[in-house]
């Protein structure tokens, strides 16, 4: 058997994979404190599903595939280890100046306070230039000093980042053995190692980061893997990365930037699945809707789109993992997103968010603030007695409650329109987030199919696809625990990068193909060792270019291992171009292409391709019911309320209507269809035309500006 186990911030979502390629899902609440007790008590769901204990169900698992918010967590909260930075003398403020941007063109306020303080940067006596010649030599005894200086200050990792180590990284090599004679036991990394890629701040926040969570990481993912042990589990346990695959977990310990933002990086690796399979569509939007966060990422001509843009925190405020990523962009809008009204009036949801502890007032722990669970629950839209399969009834009145008081009063609105307004505002915000994204990576939404996934994926879906034009929502059966799904289905993967700079005009073939071996080498290697019994694996090389006049490279695939011509040279110009254009909707096809980085990619398959069959629970329920439900649009109505696990395959069903599982539920608006797909997923068709919100030409959408309105003939009321 196989377990794929993703922790987020509310909830954590186990699928199991039998013999026979059969799946099920679980899904326990996730254990802030102790996240590790929350991946074993979806396992003791697993287990007494399957009339078996705990040990035996984990004496049968193979493999364990582990997502988790861990480490982002942890750089959120300021939990990560007290670290120290090392770079050469006169350059201690990289992570200060960084790129030098900023958001606001006109605001000379200081600089955001780096991710190591000034107080634990220390500056190393040497240099090496940009060739790699040693112009001053590494000062060792000032390096004594300077360990010296770190044990006193009871430093906890170290990060080193010197310039120009990645053309040649004598310094660095020597200063890492300095620190492991001098300062033994305490976690180092160095820059040329994890990340040997041109410019300073991405290579040493990256560097800075990784440090700073191997203490953390190390222990975290050796609990897990101890505490596995200790429960019966004798498998292969493995950690989802940031670029889309997996790895091992002694290995992501090793390198635990790898493991930021691991969960979401899934959700497009299974999306791309049933995007191809429900719709036939080779762009998807792939909405993954939580209880925490709202995270949106894309496959673009069935290609997950990758970033080196990834910020932790605001844009330019935060701290640049300056890692290859695949592109995510996460807004605080989930189940458990907070409603308030400012002291203005207007309504607000998100970011802040109740979490799993104490959760929505409904969840009846001790939560007073309405959130967007509250606001679907006074709607009608989810059964208080069928959450998760009615393993947690919701108090629907303690929900009402605080929707009337944090929004309805304040907002002169009865209790049906508060709860509408905080959905409208909820939507609003994932509508933006997906147009950032698909515009920024030249995608029309109306050439692309919405998948949904996350257990709220389905209350408002079809209104995101509305809002956006697109044709489909494709919401798969396994739509509650797409990420954990994702990682059933990903591959063990690595990436290894070298820096060198050439161009199309004098392209140095003999360095450059030195490069790509030494490359291939290093995949090769990763082949026979973590990926060793592989059945099958792919080796994909990738060229970081840019037109000569820019700052700013795009990664563009190299069409075999090696160029040997000038025809390759010439093809590889060429693929830039349509690159370019693809991306910013220009290309300069007259200009010549530098290219200063190369990279290659190795992926092990490490198992037969599953068969996607979601083993479901016996019909014992009606077929069919109905019960009231509020849509902005007609009010309440009589809706029709069906189990999923019921529905007759390709029998359309007219809105309105709730669809219920045992893990999600799914809202179909008035004049919108559903249909559930021999593959067990639901394709929704949105109402044939949006109901678009007044555009107010400033920062009020129309969604506030109803609001207002409302207030307005309320106070005018109140006046006559």
């Given at each position: 058997?196989?377990?794929a186990?993703?922790?987020?911030?509310?909830?954590?979502?186990?699928v199991?994979?039998?013999?026979?390629g059969?799946?099920?899902?679980?899904?326990?609440?996730?254990?802030?404190?102790d996240?590790?007790?929350?991946?074993?008590?979806?396992?003791?769901?697993?287990?007494?599903?399957?009339?078996i204990?705990r040990a035996a169900?984990?004496?049968?698992?193979?493999m364990?595939?582990?997502?988790?918010t861990?480490?982002i967590n942890?750089?959120i909260t300021?939990?990560t280890?007290k670290?120290?930075f090392?770079?050469?003398?006169?350059?201690?403020d990289?992570?200060?100046i960084?790129e030098?941007s900023?958001?606001?063109?006109?605001?000379?306020?200081?600089?955001?306070e780096?991710?190591?303080?000034r107080?634990?940067t220390?500056?190393v006596p040497?240099?090496?230039?940009?060739?790699g010649?040693i112009r001053?030599?590494l000062?060792?005894a000032?390096?004594i000093?300077i360990?010296?200086?770190?044990?006193?200050?009871?430093?906890?990792?170290v990060?080193?980042?010197?310039?120009?180590?990645?053309?040649?990284?004598?310094?660095?090599?020597r200063?890492?053995?300095l620190?492991?004679?001098?300062?033994p036991?305490?976690?180092?990394?160095?820059?040329?190692?994890?990340?040997?890629?041109?410019?300073?701040?991405r290579?040493?926040s990256?560097?800075?980061?990784?440090?700073?969570?191997?203490?953390?990481?190390?222990?975290y993912?050796?609990s897990?893997d101890?505490?596995?042990?200790e429960?019966?589990f004798?498998g292969?346990?493995l950690?989802v990365?940031?670029?889309?695959?997996a790895?091992d977990?002694?290995d992501?310990?090793?390198?635990?930037?790898?493991?930021?933002?691991s969960?979401?990086?899934?959700?497009?690796i299974?999306?791309?699945a049933?995007?191809a399979a429900?719709a036939?569509?080779?762009?998807?939007?792939?909405?993954?809707?939580?209880?925490?966060?709202?995270?949106?990422?894309l496959?673009?001509?069935?290609?997950?789109?990758?970033?080196?843009?990834?910020?932790?925190?605001p844009?330019?405020?935060?701290?640049?993992?300056?890692?290859?990523a695949v592109?995510v962009?996460?807004?605080?809008a989930g189940?458990?997103?907070i409603?308030?009204v400012?002291r203005?009036g207007?309504?607000?949801?998100?970011?802040?968010?109740?979490?799993?502890v104490?959760?929505p007032a409904?969840?009846?722990?001790?939560?007073?603030?309405?959130?967007?669970?509250?606001?679907?629950?006074?709607?009608?839209?989810?059964?208080?007695?069928?959450?998760l399969?009615?393993?947690?009834?919701?108090d629907?009145?303690?929900?009402a409650?605080a929707?009337?008081?944090?929004?309805g009063?304040?907002?002169?609105l009865?209790?049906?329109?508060?709860?509408?307004?905080?959905m409208?505002v909820?939507?609003?915000?994932?509508?933006?987030?997906?147009e950032?994204?698909?515009?920024?990576?030249?995608?029309?939404?109306?050439?692309?199919?919405?998948?949904g996934g996350g257990?709220?994926?389905g209350?408002?879906?079809?209104?995101?696809?509305?809002?956006?034009?697109?044709?489909?929502?494709?919401?798969p059966?396994v739509?509650a625990?797409?990420s954990?799904?994702?990682?059933?289905?990903?591959?063990?993967?690595?990436e290894f990068s070298a820096?060198?700079?050439?161009?199309?005009?004098?392209?140095d073939?003999?360095?450059v193909?030195?490069?790509?071996s030494?490359l291939?080498?290093?995949?090769?290697?990763?082949?026979a060792g973590?990926?060793a019994?592989s059945l099958e694996?792919?080796?994909?090389?990738?060229?970081e270019a840019r037109?000569p006049?820019?700052?700013?490279e795009?990664e563009?695939?190299?069409?075999?291992?090696?160029?040997?011509?000038?025809?390759?040279?010439?093809?590889?110009?060429?693929?830039?171009h349509?690159?370019?254009?693809?991306?910013?909707?220009?290309?300069d096809?007259?200009?010549?292409?530098e290219?200063?980085?190369w990279?290659?990619?190795?992926?092990c398959?490490?198992?037969?391709?599953s068969?996607?069959?979601?083993?479901?629970?016996?019909?014992?329920f009606?077929?069919?019911a109905?019960r009231?439900?509020?849509?902005?649009?007609?009010?309440?109505v009589?809706?029709?309320?069906?189990?999923?696990?019921?529905?007759?395959?390709d029998v359309?069903v007219q809105?309105?209507?709730?669809?219920?599982?045992s893990?999600?539920t799914?809202?179909?608006?008035?004049?919108?269809?559903v249909e559930?797909?021999?593959?067990?997923?639901?394709v929704?068709?949105?109402?044939?035309e949006?109901?678009?919100?007044?555009?107010?030409?400033?920062d009020?959408d129309?969604v506030?500006m109803?609001?207002?309105y409302k207030r307005?003939?309320?106070?005018?009321s109140?006046?006559?």
């Open positions: 058997m196989r377990f186990v993703d922790t987020g911030g509310t909830f954590t979502d186990l199991v994979e039998n013999e026979a059969e799946w099920r899902l679980y899904k326990a609440e996730t254990t802030p404190d996240p590790v007790a929350g991946v074993l008590d979806t396992l003791d769901l697993a287990a007494r599903d399957l009339g204990d169900l984990l004496g049968r698992g193979e364990l595939i582990h997502g988790t861990r480490a942890a750089i300021g939990n280890a670290t120290a090392l770079t050469t003398s006169g350059h201690p990289i992570l200060v960084r030098g900023r958001n606001d063109f006109f605001n000379f306020k200081p600089y955001p780096p991710y190591v303080p107080s634990l220390f500056e040497e240099r090496i230039t940009e060739d010649a001053e030599p000062d060792e000032a390096v000093e360990i010296a200086a770190l044990q006193e200050k009871d430093i906890e990792a990060g080193v980042c010197l310039l120009w180590s990645i053309v040649n990284p004598a310094h660095e090599v200063l890492g053995a620190l492991e004679e001098h300062l036991g305490v976690p180092y990394t160095l820059s040329h190692r994890l990340n040997p890629s041109l410019r300073e701040y290579r040493a990256s560097t800075c980061i990784d440090a700073s969570l191997k203490p953390l990481m190390g222990e993912l050796g897990l101890a505490r596995l042990r429960a019966g004798g292969r346990v950690v990365t940031t670029q889309g695959g790895m977990a002694t992501m310990a090793a390198a635990p930037i790898h493991s930021i933002n969960g979401p990086a899934m959700a497009p299974a999306g791309r049933y995007a429900d036939g569509f080779d762009n998807a939007i792939i909405a993954d809707t939580g209880g925490t966060t709202f995270d949106v990422s496959v673009r001509g069935e290609r997950i789109p990758w970033t080196r843009e990834t910020w932790i925190g844009e330019l405020l935060g701290h640049m993992t300056g890692f290859p592109d962009k996460s807004i605080g189940g458990g997103s409603a308030r400012d203005g207007l309504l607000h949801v998100g970011p802040e968010s109740a979490g799993a104490p959760g409904c969840y009846g722990k001790g939560g007073a603030a309405p959130t967007v669970t509250d606001a679907a629950l006074v709607l009608g839209w989810i059964d208080p007695d069928y959450f399969g009615g393993a947690m009834r919701l629907a009145a303690a929900a409650d929707i009337k008081a944090k929004v009063e304040p907002l002169g009865d209790l049906h329109e508060a709860a509408a307004a905080v409208n909820a939507t609003e915000n994932m509508v933006r987030a997906i950032d994204i698909t515009v920024n990576q030249g995608i029309d939404p109306r050439q692309a199919v919405l998948i257990g709220a994926a209350l408002n879906a079809a209104q995101m696809a509305q809002r956006l034009g697109c044709p489909q929502v494709v919401i059966d739509a625990a797409l954990a799904v994702g990682a059933l289905i990903s591959d063990l993967r690595a820096t060198l700079y050439t161009d199309t005009t004098a392209f073939f003999a360095r193909n030195d490069v790509l030494e291939e080498a290093k995949c090769r290697d990763f082949i973590p990926g019994g694996h792919a080796i994909a090389f990738t060229a037109y006049s820019q700052i700013w795009i563009v695939p190299l069409r075999g291992n090696r160029l040997e011509s000038d025809a390759d040279v010439a093809a590889l110009r060429e693929d830039f349509t690159a370019h254009q693809e991306i910013f909707a220009i290309a096809r007259e200009s010549e292409v290219i200063v980085g990279r290659a990619n190795v992926r398959r490490l198992r037969e391709p068969k996607r069959r979601v083993v479901e629970t016996a019909h014992d009606p077929a069919a109905r009231q439900v509020y849509f902005p649009e007609v009010g309440i009589e809706a029709e309320v069906l189990r999923l696990e019921a529905l007759a395959r359309a809105g309105p209507a709730i669809v219920e599982s893990f999600t799914v809202v179909i608006e008035p004049g919108a269809s559930r797909r021999p593959s067990g997923s639901l929704i068709t949105p109402a044939a949006a109901v678009r919100e007044v555009d107010t030409g400033g009020l129309g506030q109803a609001i207002l307005l003939e309320a106070i005018s109140k006046m006559a």
